[in-house]
């Protein structure tokens, strides 16, 4: 089992940054692909960005290219995403997932992203 808990979430202004976090359990963490998704109101998950346990990166959202970094620090078995000049579009509840090596997928409860003025 794999437990994740997020954090950093927020409302925001547009043109504004956020940074959000992901902390996970189990003593792998370093062999798992992690990634962020977002689920905006009415609409299905959809995949952000991805980082595989080799640290090579994958933005899916061409959205996001340029203002979105994910990154991992696989000492303190975390993923982060760096999120600046956030638009409206943004808003969403963002869900951080690990995949293991075997293809099992864990997700943390979600956080709240709100880009407003």
């Known amino acids: 089992q794999v437990q994740l808990v997020e954090s950093g979430g927020g409302l925001v202004q547009p043109g504004g940054s956020l940074r959000l976090s992901c902390a996970a359990s189990?003593?792998?963490?370093?062999?798992?692909?992690m990634a962020w998704y977002r689920q905006a109101p009415g609409k299905r998950r959809e995949l952000v960005a991805r980082i595989t346990s080799g640290g090579i990166t994958n933005y899916v959202d061409s959205s996001v290219k340029g203002r979105f970094t994910i990154s991992r620090d696989n000492a303190r078995n975390t993923v982060s995403l760096q999120m600046n000049s956030l638009k409206p579009e943004d808003t969403a509840v963002y869900y951080c997932?690990?995949?293991?090596?075997?293809?099992?997928?864990?997700w943390g409860q979600g956080t709240q992203v709100t880009v407003s003025s």
């Open positions: 189990g003593s792998i963490f370093s062999r798992y692909t």
């Open positions: 997932n690990a995949r293991t090596a075997m293809g099992n997928d864990y």
